[in-house]
């Protein structure tokens, strides 16, 4: 859904316009900290998994809940 290139990934541009098409306006700020902290190897770019990753509970318990579902 919000990547409209199916490339595998989003850079906070993309990621925030992606947003907006669905009527979330956040601010530039809050985007690039969020690609920032969940972008593992630093890239600049934010992988599926990178973005799955970030919301994954941490809880064992509810990690297993939700990928059962």
Do not use: I
Request: aromatic share 14%; hydrophobic share 35%; with cysteine.
């Amino acid at each position: 859904m919000l990547d409209v290139t199916n490339k595998g990934w989003l850079t906070a541009p993309q990621l925030q316009a992606a947003l907006e098409l669905y009527g979330q306006f956040t601010h530039k700020d809050d985007v690039y900290t969020f690609v920032r902290r969940h972008d593992r190897d630093s890239d600049g770019r934010l992988l599926f998994s990178d973005f799955c990753d970030a919301f994954t509970p941490q809880d064992s318990y509810y990690a297993n809940s939700l990928a059962t579902r």
